[in-house]
């Protein structure tokens, strides 16, 4: 069970006002508001721990290292990774994704092809072009229905001989659905094909084991699972990793070095240059074990009842168009109502206290599948409130009165 009292004092920011209204925070998928507890693990280690790390021999640098590899056992525990040596500290899914684009895009060559779908998050979609401009790579992208689900018999029929990656978010960060990943993986396995899953709105939101889920990717940000930003996620399966080259180069990566020849270190270094934010994943291992005490069960089902509600108050104002209505979604809701412009009613929101995102949230091609510019979206996390979508809904009727 989740007690939300004693969670809100957690989170001084939820108790701060914006124009002398409660704030009401409802921009979750954005990012997550920080228990007292990540931020003061920041704080510690700043003052008693920090030091740079691996090279070291003093005691604050042993210190800052363990704390920074222990953060790495933590993390591939979280999601059952089989080892801490196939988690690669990133700055977050972007970066991890564009370092699967750039590293294991070496081993691509003209002409094969990367499948995504076309409700990814622009991080799911720029790196494959850029990839596509530096060596002809072809993107064959998934439709959706208007309901908000992939169309997997389309996906089945994409898979070709040049099919050499499929990259698929878990959960839209638009429309909610939570895609049939397990299945997906399946299918493409059965072509010989590894898979990529961008869970940045899956980790925050329910339990994710990579090895259940048998994907051969996946990233996450540290900043939407209530840990710092700066940080992030890429879990990669052993033998990939082994065979993929360095994405960048300096320092930490490497074996030895000379100007004929450097040789590289093992994974997961290789594919961490220069001085990690180590104390960012300290921070981050700390959210994560926040978030398991709450337990992520917990977490699922009060984000779905609270999800449910808010589907109920909205749907009850006039003219209010929810997008996407997958049977299996996240804490997500993007609506538009009547001809209000998104920008306006996010506007008029933000002056009750009110939160929420306007806008293409990074995803043009869902925006130009329902043919409008923008949506508004409210997105929840398990310190939202019943009361708190009654304010959202009594506040879009407000916004709606005045147009
Ligand atoms: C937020 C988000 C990203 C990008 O995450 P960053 O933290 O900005 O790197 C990628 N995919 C999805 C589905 C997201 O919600």
């Not at 329910?206 to 889920?213: E, I, P």
Request: some cysteine.
């Amino acid at each position: 069970m989740i007690d939300i009292s004693k969670i809100r004092t957690q989170f001084p920011i939820l108790s701060t006002e914006v124009y002398s209204r409660p704030l009401v925070y409802l921009d979750n998928a954005a990012t997550t508001q920080k228990p007292r507890c990540v931020v003061e693990a920041e704080r510690e280690q700043y003052y008693t721990a920090n030091a740079n790390v691996h090279r070291g021999v003093h005691y604050l640098s042993q210190q800052a290292t363990d704390l920074l590899e222990q953060a790495r056992s933590r993390v591939a525990s979280f999601i059952n990774a089989p080892s801490p040596q196939e988690i690669i500290f990133t700055r977050g899914t972007t970066e991890a994704i564009n370092l699967v684009a750039s590293s294991y895009g070496q081993l691509l060559r003209e002409g094969d092809e990367v499948i995504v779908s076309e409700m990814e998050h622009h991080s799911n979609i720029v790196p494959w072009q850029l990839l596509r401009d530096r060596c002809g790579v072809q993107l064959r992208v998934i439709p959706f229905g208007d309901d908000g689900t992939l169309d997997l018999d389309a996906y089945e029929a994409l898979f070709g001989d040049r099919t050499r990656l499929v990259s698929i978010t878990h959960v839209s960060n638009v429309l909610g659905t939570v895609n049939p990943v397990e299945d997906m993986i399946r299918l493409a396995h059965g072509h010989g094909v590894p898979v990529l899953v961008d869970a940045a709105q899956s980790v925050p939101h329910m339990s994710v084991d990579v090895q259940k889920l048998d994907c051969d990717f996946l990233a996450f940000s540290g900043h939407k699972v209530y840990g710092p930003t700066g940080i992030g996620v890429l879990y990669g399966r052993r033998s990939l990793l082994e065979q993929m080259p360095p994405w960048q180069g300096g320092g930490e990566m490497i074996s030895t070095v000379s100007f004929d020849r450097t040789t590289f270190e093992d994974i997961p270094y290789k594919f961490e240059a220069g001085t990690p934010n180590y104390v960012g994943a300290h921070a981050l291992a700390v959210a994560l074990d926040y978030v398991e005490e709450i337990g992520l069960d917990n977490i699922a089902d009060y984000e779905r009842q609270l999800t449910l509600y808010a589907i109920e108050r909205l749907s009850a104002v006039p003219d209010l168009r929810i997008f996407g209505n997958a049977a299996e979604r996240g804490a997500v809701i993007s609506f538009l109502v009547g001809n209000i412009h998104h920008l306006d009613m996010g506007t008029l929101l933000d002056r009750l206290g009110l939160a929420v995102r306007t806008g293409h949230h990074c995803a043009q091609p869902i925006m130009t599948h329902f043919g409008v510019e923008g949506m508004i979206r409210a997105s929840f996390s398990f310190y939202n409130t019943e009361a708190e979508i009654d304010t959202l809904a009594e506040g879009i009727q407000r916004v709606r009165k005045m147009f």
